[in-house]
């Protein structure tokens, strides 16, 4: 696409050729379909319309050094949609047909992978949603899983350069027992009134607490958060975190590299402890993050005094983007050859 300007691209949508729709009908999934339609026909009592019946994916395509096409943990990307069909009620997608759509649609868009080098990549955007009428709230018995990919450059404008984020103590993202651990809409919807107070206030996202105690640091916008101190890799367990892959990739990579691991609530407190803090997920990548403002209570953390990120993010960084890009070996086997 000679008329893309791949260096600065932002996390945006971009109309790419095709896209791929799969119906569930009478209790059974139907053939995929390919359409080059940005649009669908939807029934005016469908339940994701009116009670947000619908869950999404979030993951990524690469061009890699040896420019050949790798999707990042896909089998993972299934799962987590399946684990939130169940939270939502909703037919669930074989793992073989979320798998079979994914790669057809990468290989219908192909002119859409950004080149190596650029720093952008495609953005896979599964979307399952309930289709059938429903006025009294129950589940719809029809089903449309779709997919589609759209080039994506940071979703922070700041890119892998240090972000400065909010303390969010007048809302709340997700209950405990709530949908925070899916990847459902409501659960964004919810997140929308303080992520425009924050941007308004000219943070780049949200740290959410947890919603009973308003002590223990939940989420940073979409994203999850983790910190480093002595040696060690600490991201927060919570039961209204949605566990990001891409989290439980820098988990494996950080133990790897000699480094310690815990996962544990981590009281918004102890950010003072840090050496390090960052958001990361399939979008944000890694974010360092250099200031957290928690104003109600007066206090502000500081990070990468520097303005640069710290040294353990950086080689988290490399190390990640290196097997996304085929420049490091994929020890692991999270990455697949597309093309
Ligand atoms: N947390 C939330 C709320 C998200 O929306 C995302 C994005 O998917 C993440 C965390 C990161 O998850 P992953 O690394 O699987 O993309
Ligand atoms: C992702 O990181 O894939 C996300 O889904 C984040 C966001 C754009 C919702």
Redesign the pocket.
Known sequence: MENIDWKSLP?GYLKTDYNIRCYYRDGKWGELEISSSEYIDMHIAATCLHYGQEA?????AFRGADNKIRVFRCPDNAKRMETSAEGVVMAKVPHDLFHEAVIKTIKMNLRFVPPYGTGASL?I?PLLVGTGAQVGVNPASEYLFMVFVTPVGP?FKEGFNPVEMLVCRDHDRAAPLGTGHI?VGGN?AASLISIVHGHNKGFSSIIYLDAREKKYIDEC???NFFGIKDNTYITPSSTSILP?I?NKSLMVLAEDMGMKVERRPVEVTELDSFEEAGAC????VISPIKKVVDWQVNKVYEFCKDGKPGPVSVKLYNKLTGIQLGTEPDKWGWTEIVE
């Open positions: 996390f999404f994916e979030g993951m990524k953005y955007r979703y990847k964004y916008g979409p994203a990001s891409t997920g399939t979008a944000a």
